[in-house]
């Protein structure tokens, strides 16, 4: 800002917190249209369901498909669905149809959320009748679709053979923390020795070190494990999803605004301020 800006206007600001801490921020960088069930889905009485775990702070949303002929595969649909049951059952979090004998397809979209960690404090800024009102929010999440029953798909051609050059399996990736091995040394000749010794030998991974160097990468990826173990571990509870034109959407919108004309009074000074700003 220069010295010779002028002074277009200035409006109030009115702070609320009266949904605090659940309003969030929910980003979906791949979506291509609004969050809303496709027209032929909400004809047929299919609707946008959520639900959460807690403690490990996942969301999920599972948008309806659009099956129309035009633009959907029956064959392809059931062949995926299957796989997700799979995966579904792998990782305890299975959904239970109201239709047991019901077909497994891919009818919906599942769109999972990552927490990204904010610096500093957000806020939620609305400007109505020329005023802008601001309310914290307490977290932020990037929400994309899950795939990972592609990778059920995948190991069931392998087991198949569907796919695979060869008959034999190469078998997984290998462990980042086991050792690299070694070049094999070139063999010497045996030298025939007439007394034989008995010699004892302890095979120890190098593992066991990386696990008591603290920082290392076999405790981090301990760690990874025993957090992807206790959120497969945890339940999933039902959400209701509302969308923006329903009336619990209008009436939680209207919440935001405050209504309050107390005005608010800093204690702060500018010295204090700025002593806060990381980096100055």
Known sequence: MDLDDELV????????????????????????????????AAASGKRITARIKPDVRRLEIHVPSDTRSEVWNNDRGRELGAA???DDREKNQEIKSKHE????????????SEQIQQKGSHMLGIVRDGQLHL????????????LTYLDILSRKKRSRGVGS????????????????PAAPAPKKEKKSSGEA????????????KGLQAAGGLSVARREMLIAIRAEEDE??????FCDVTTGESEETFERIFSTNEEVLESKTDVTAFLKDIAGL
């Open 9 to 40: 206007t200035s409006i109030p600001i009115r702070f609320s917190n009266a949904l605090s801490p659940t309003i969030q921020i929910h980003q979906f960088p791949l979506l291509t249209r609004p969050l809303q069930a496709p027209p032929s």
């Open 197 to 208: 010794r008995e010699v004892q030998v302890t095979a120890r991974r190098a593992e066991d």
């Open 135 to 146: 309310h914290p929010i307490s977290e932020t999440h990037q929400l994309r679709p899950t």
């Open 235 to 240: 339940e999933w509870q039902d959400l209701e």
């Open 84 to 86: 997700r049951v799979d």
């Open 101 to 112: 004998n019901d077909e497994p397809r891919l009818n919906e979209v599942r769109m999972r």
């Open 165 to 180: 050059d060869s008959d034999s399996d190469d078998g997984p990736p290998p462990d980042p923390d086991d050792p690299v």
